[in-house]
């Protein structure tokens, strides 16, 4: 296939590289990094879309997406599909989604979970809404960029599913952090509470795969000093989109809304920006209840 690739940051430029890997002729674009090898180089936005099957977009947030998809949408060719993998807004994904549908375009909203290591290992798990035709098109680029691609239903319901998924992963995560920390402070070891919880009903997926106790568990972040991983700058990123469609949906979301405000604190006030997510534990270790 002739696809586009515009955003090559450190998630596309794995991807794209391993498009073409794949035997795919590749054009790419980005407004600041440089384009992989054997990835060739367009002028512009535009230019990468142009007469290309399909086009896809890994940036950074829901603006930006609009202001491509302004510039690219013009220049695609009839029948060609959207494919956008960033994480927005469910709302910008169904804007745009119209947009390209007004204009004889398939659109995809396609983000993933699985991080600059899944992007490079073609191990991501894309979560995709649009039309059936849409995803039969982009199907086999998923099959070489990742492992598992769900198709769950119309336009946006990609982005709902990531949000979705990625509130349960932030609130669950403090759960956890607050629970060893709490465990500590009565003289709990940890191995102990790990042998329990990771066996009992408060089991999951950031007890037992993701531990954030160092030395406890398989590896995880907590046992390279908690670089990331999946930064606390990401989940807090997600986390906004989810009360924001929250907020759209009229949604109540408590627990959601207080997991964006505690990693908002620990980001923009405190020591969690470039961080991974699951260094809220040294951060409730340090404090008590004032
Ligand atoms: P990044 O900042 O490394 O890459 C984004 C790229 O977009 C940059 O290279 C930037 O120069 C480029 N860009 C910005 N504006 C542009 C424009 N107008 N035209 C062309 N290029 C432009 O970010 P990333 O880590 O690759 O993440 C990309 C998306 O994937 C985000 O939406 C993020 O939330 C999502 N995501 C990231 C991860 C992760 O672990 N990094 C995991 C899952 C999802």
């Excluded at 879309?49 to 399909?54: E, H, L, N, P, Y």
């Excluded at 169904?94 to 191990?123: I, N």
């Excluded at 940890?190 to 406890?216: E, H, K, L």
Aim: charged letters at 20%; a negative charge; glycine letters at 12%.
């Amino acid at each position: 296939m002739e696809i586009g690739f515009i955003g090559l940051g450190n998630m596309g430029a794995p991807m794209a590289a391993n498009l073409v890997a794949a035997g795919h002729a590749v054009t790419g674009f980005d407004l600041a990094a440089p384009c992989p090898e054997r990835v060739t180089p367009a002028g512009s936005a535009a230019d990468a879309a142009s007469g290309r099957d399909v086009v896809i977009t890994m940036l950074p947030n829901g603006a930006i997406l609009r202001k491509v998809a302004e510039e690219i949408l013009p220049a695609m060719a009839a029948g060609s599909v959207l494919v956008d993998c960033s994480t927005v807004e469910v709302a910008a994904a169904r804007d745009v989604a119209g947009q390209a549908e007004a204009k004889g375009l398939g659109f995809l909203d396609a983000p993933v979970s699985g991080g600059v290591g899944g992007a490079a290992a073609g191990t991501l798990t894309f979560m995709v809404g649009g039309t059936e035709d849409a995803f039969a098109t982009a199907k086999p680029l998923f099959e070489i960029m990742g492992q598992k691609a769900v198709h769950c239903g119309g336009a946006g319901n990609g982005q709902a599913a990531k949000i979705c998924n990625n509130m349960i992963l932030g609130v669950t995560m403090i759960a956890t952090c607050e629970a060893f920390a709490l465990a500590d402070k009565l003289g709990l070891d940890r191995q102990a509470m790990f042998d329990v919880v990771s066996t009992s009903s408060g089991y999951s997926w950031t007890m037992n795969a993701y531990c954030p106790a160092p030395g406890i568990g398989p590896q995880s972040p907590a046992d390279n000093g908690y670089r990331p991983g999946f930064a606390a700058d990401l989940m807090l990123k997600d986390l906004r989109l989810s009360q924001a469609a929250a907020e759209d949906a009229d949604a109540d979301t408590p627990m959601g809304l207080a997991a964006m405000r505690l990693y908002e604190t620990f980001v923009e006030a405190e020591d969690g920006s470039g961080r991974d997510f699951s260094a809220m534990l040294p951060r409730f270790e340090k404090r008590g209840r004032g």
